[in-house]
């Protein structure tokens, strides 16, 4: 990577700690650590994103009857993620390093002061030499409530701390031109910020998670909006994160940084989508003001429609007249004021720019 890296959230898939019969790869996870070991001792800060506590649970216990699929996860995660974490612990030990765990759940970053709660927590660890290893709280965490998989966690932790760079591990070398699986497929090294490579990426999921290469590529680009670097790569090849780190030639799909300034409450707003209590549908003269060279609040005077029930600095979602969505942002009404001001041209902006994020 170019840039002098002072602090990186890694990413590691199931597929990466997971061997073909579905038993923790120790050998790996202690290789990795080592790595993670070598780049501390350069300098670098690492918050860690690992999968693998419901694959290491599902190996250790046999329900006495047919479980529905929450319910295995939740079993198998609350014994998975104390075996997980106990490898952690002993691996990074090893290299007089100390860890701790960071359990945290989709609810927990739609509220701004649970996130910087969240932030506080993991910032005070990275003072105090301690790595944390975060992961989902499956055993609370359900149907809705659920990340996509744990890319998405690891996109709303990277910009939660302001990291030079998210590393994302999984088996594969990163994006191809093609089938992965045919010899004339190649890895696409530089991810152009004009490149839609959607098309290029089957939307399979992996073997032992709940993601794939397609929500990979979406979260990569949304990141790399926030100015952060991206890299997709391959988790089991050899050095792969001290080689990363030292900008030697590896084969890998690179996303890289846009170089316009995100604020903090801006990555926020990013990827607060889910989050979102309502909508406020815009006109066609407000929607190409959005998107001009000037930057642009959302006033009533644009606004045609607004939907749901949200309190004053509540998500909201922004809806072209086509019923298009367009971005996300934070009300500055709760929804009954802001209905009663639709269409004036005297108040103030129903979304304020600063708090403002289109796709």
């Given at each position: 990577?170019?840039?002098r890296l002072k ?311 922004i809806v072209s ?12 009404y709760d929804c ?24």
């Amino acid at each position: 990577m170019a840039k002098r890296l002072k602090r990186i959230a890694i990413k590691i898939g199931s597929n990466v700690l997971a061997r073909r019969d579905g038993m923790l790869d120790l050998e790996r996870m202690s290789d990795l650590v080592a790595q993670i070991a070598a780049l501390r001792e350069s300098g670098i800060d690492v918050v860690l994103i690992s999968s693998g506590a419901v694959a290491a649970g599902r190996n250790e216990v046999r329900p006495a009857k047919r479980l529905d699929a929450v319910s295995s996860r939740q079993l198998y995660s609350a014994v998975g993620q104390a075996i997980l974490i106990n490898h952690y612990s002993a691996f990074f030990r090893r290299h007089s390093l100390v860890c701790g765990q960071v359990l945290t759940s989709k609810e927990n970053f739609g509220s701004r002061t649970h996130y910087l709660n969240q932030k506080n927590c993991m910032e005070v660890m990275l003072e105090n030499g301690v790595i944390p290893i975060v992961n989902e709280n499956d055993t609370v965490s359900v149907t809705e409530l659920m990340f996509t998989d744990n890319d998405e966690l690891s996109g709303l932790v990277a910009a939660m701390m302001n990291m030079d760079a998210l590393i994302i591990l999984s088996n594969v070398d990163g994006i191809f031109d093609g089938d992965p699986s045919l010899p004339a497929s190649r890895v696409i090294r530089d991810a152009g910020r004009q490149d839609d490579l959607s098309a290029l990426i089957s939307p399979g999921l992996s073997a032992f998670g709940r993601g794939g290469m397609l929500t990979k590529y979406h979260l990569a680009r949304k990141v790399a909006d926030e100015g952060i670097t991206v890299v997709i790569a391959n988790g089991t090849r050899k050095d792969i994160l001290t080689d990363l780190a030292a900008d030697k030639d590896v084969v890998c799909t690179r996303f890289m940084p846009s170089e316009r300034p995100f604020s903090s409450i801006k990555k926020w707003i990013a990827h607060s989508e889910g989050f979102a209590k309502g909508e406020v549908h815009i006109d066609g003269g407000a929607e190409k003001a959005l998107y001009g060279e000037k930057a642009t609040s959302i006033l009533f005077v644009g606004v045609r429609r607004i939907t749901g029930h949200f309190r004053k600095d509540d998500i909201v979602k922004i809806v072209s007249e086509e019923g298009i969505p367009l971005g996300v942002g934070r009300a500055g009404y709760d929804c009954e004021k802001a209905v009663s001001l639709i269409g004036r041209r005297n108040a103030r902006p129903m979304i304020h720019y600063d708090y403002l994020y289109l796709d």
